[in-house]
């Protein structure tokens, strides 16, 4: 049973514009909501983070939005930059004790210039 | 600059091979995680600990176990691989609770089992 799920594989936007990944989930137990950004060969990176108790949080280019009564989340980029270009993880956690994490099977994002 | 660090970016090994795969944090935390990665999967937990000698399974247990004698240390164990365990895997690390920043992940290592 998939708790995490990035229905969309690939996303494909121009340079400058807005790219919006798209992330579900079926448990409502999760409290904490992350995004990683993954470049190939490398580890996963920590990109930006919410509380289930919030619905928006903004770092920079990047903000990520939760609606919890479609328990649904999504992170936006404005702009977009070819550097952007990897593959998005999102991820839950159920519990702040052993704080484990579920993941999406990734969203990979190519920005074009 | 903190750090998990994966002892091999690369290995190959053998059918039947009986393979430790070593990762290191110097961050303190205390909780550790092990996690494969596959094309069209994503990650998924193979095993946690959350204390020195503690250890817990993930969804993903079988094939596999796990090694903590010291906090900074946790360690995969293939007793057997198989071809099917070929795979990029990836350690991380976390304090628990709280406000929390996440994971710190390592670099990965990318197991070629032949």
């Known amino acids: 049973d998939q708790q995490v799920k990035q229905n969309s594989p690939s996303l494909s936007v121009q340079e400058g514009r807005i790219s919006i990944l798209n992330c579900d989930y079926t448990n409502s137990m999760f409290d904490y909501f992350l995004w990683y950004k993954k470049y190939p060969a490398e580890g996963p990176t920590f990109l930006i983070s919410i509380s289930s108790i919030k619905d928006k949080n903004e770092d920079g280019r990047f903000t990520v939005f939760l609606n919890k009564s479609a328990k649904h989340l999504s992170l936006h980029i404005v702009p977009s930059q070819p550097g952007d270009s990897a593959v998005y993880f999102c991820?839950?956690?159920?519990?702040?004790?052993?704080?484990?994490?579920?993941f999406g099977k990734g969203t990979m994002l190519l920005v074009s210039p | 600059d903190v750090k998990v660090t994966q002892s091999s970016r690369y290995l190959v090994k053998r059918t039947g091979e009986k393979v430790f795969l070593e990762c290191v944090q110097d961050m303190d935390h205390e909780n550790m995680f092990w996690y494969r990665q596959d094309p069209g999967l994503g990650l998924r937990l193979i095993y946690f600990?959350?204390?020195?000698?503690?250890?817990e399974k993930g969804d993903i247990p079988e094939g596999y176990s796990v090694s903590r004698e010291k906090k900074e240390r946790f360690s995969l164990i293939l007793e057997s691989a198989s071809t099917n365990q070929t795979s990029m895997y990836l350690c991380?690390?976390?304090?628990?609770?709280?406000?929390?920043?996440?994971?710190?992940f390592g670099s990965g290592t990318r197991l070629t089992v032949v």
């Open positions: 991380a690390s976390s304090r628990p609770g709280g406000d929390w920043g996440g994971y710190t």
């Open positions: 991820a839950a956690r159920k519990d702040s004790g052993y704080s484990t994490l579920t």
């Open positions: 600990s959350y204390d020195v000698k503690m250890k």
